[in-house]
């Protein structure tokens, strides 16, 4: 595969004008922004697909939105990605894109699945092994005058500020926060730029989010629901795939104001090698990662702290962002991972009981209830139980549920230790005794493989962040190099979202391709009375249970 990729990259001299018909386009990182960026080539572009190749370090494709595992080994699942029905990019690119069966297109899938499965809570919070429903916000009147004034203020304004530098300590205990910081993964020292888009992308849902209602989930993990149908897709049309791969660098040239990409260096099985990247090619790279450098335990083993030095992803961006600010500044969400880090964990069950003591406690069947979070938990830690299966294959009497926790550092409540380092035996030792399960918790215990992960990067996205620190998807002087993923800036709308990666990819296509189109504009509930009105009710606690 290597050979011909080198074999297609074009060595000629430098043309003025592009070439789209023949141009090769060279995608780094095999994630879902990747993946986007090749369908939205070939569906709006009018690009074949054979001339497009994605390089992946990982022995798969998918990046963040990953699943795997077996009955006997047990499942893995690093995070799981919630949709709502404003993700207009998502559903874009997926209008096209067929299921797995051909049955339907995936946004049908989605559509139809979640009009079936309407996710309505019934314990987004348990307390003391006590459901609350509905629980109310409990904020004050200063609260919610802060959340006003960060709905309304401009970004410049709060510049590189945290979230608790908006607030008082007292904000940290109301409901409003352990439920808004457990969906979204905030912590009190991240952006309050961040935490400020989300108020604004998000304001039709906080009406309903004590209930989470609004959320839309796949009906499999995304890895199978959205990945595989996608990478069918673009296989069929001869997209190049090439895994095992990491892109250490690439050759630039700055020269009289603009910027190009003349080779990909790359690293494959212990050898460096080169592509020359011609005049009318295209370059597209993933920025920064998420899931960087993730490390997986076991029941009983734990799951190791590592760092940047153990992927490509932040290297490469250092690489070619030194001495270019217009490329961004990789060193604010890369050089801070005790800021940025915590633990998830997949469980696989081979015993009902779990399910059923879950189920006693919360009023919710699988699928339906979403995440259920204790703030009682040092680790504030929260799980959701999705519905069964959650794997394609997966066998009917097995059951998988996954969660994290926040505050990793923390001693637990039940196994005095830190999540941080915990077994996976631990970490179901300390749920159970959040969810008052003693007398079933050996059984459990005996019967379920729980694979705790480390992400040292999982939220270095939502790090405080200025203006210049992450990058335009077309950078200032770039002809043909272009930057997709969470680390590039997209006004107005969110990150750590599977919209976001989705939008970088189109947003740059079209700009590279100089489609003269637009992806659509980012939805904002901000100025629709309808909206504010129930968004003001909900902050007040005036409405009813």
Known sequence: MIANVLSSGSDGPAKDGTNQAGAQIYLVGGGIASLAAAAFMIRDGDLQGMNITIFEELDKIGGSLDGAGSPQDGYVLRGGRMTERKYLCTYDLFSSIPTLDDSKTVTEEMFDWNETMKTSSKSRLIRRGQRQTAPKFGLSEAHILTIERLALEPEMMLGKTSIADQFDPAFFKTNFWFMWCTTFAFQPWHSAVEFKRYLVRFAHMISGFNRLQGIMRTVYNQYDSMVRPLHKWLDARGVNFVLNTRVTDLGLRDQYGKKTVERI????????????????????????????????????????????????????????????????????????????????????????????????????????????????????????????????????????FWGYGLHVDALGDFVRKPMAACTGREIMTEILGHLHAESDAAKILETSICIPCMMPFITSQFLPREKGDRPLPVPKGSRHLAFIGQFCELPQDVVFTVEYSIRSAQTAVYSLLDLKREPPAVYTGEFNPRILYRAFVALHDLASS
């Open 265 to 400: 260096v790359y690293e494959r099985a212990g050898q460096s090698g080169e592509i020359i990247v011609g005049a009318d090619d295209f370059v597209m790279v993933t920025l920064g990662s998420m899931t960087e450098a993730s490390s997986l335990g076991g029941m009983d083993a734990v799951p190791v702290l590592k760092n940047k030095a153990d992927g490509g992803a932040w290297n490469l961006w250092e690489k070619i962002a030194a001495g270019r600010p217009e490329f961004g500044r990789p060193s604010t969400f890369a050089d801070h991972i005790d800021e940025s880090k915590w633990v998830s964990f997949t469980t696989t069950l081979h015993d009902p009981s779990l399910l059923r003591i879950v189920r006693d406690i919360t009023g919710n069947v699988p699928g339906e209830g979403g995440l259920i979070t204790f703030p009682e938990s040092s680790w504030l830690a929260s799980i959701v139980i999705p519905h069964q299966p959650h794997f394609i294959g997966q066998p009917e009497d097995v059951s998988v």
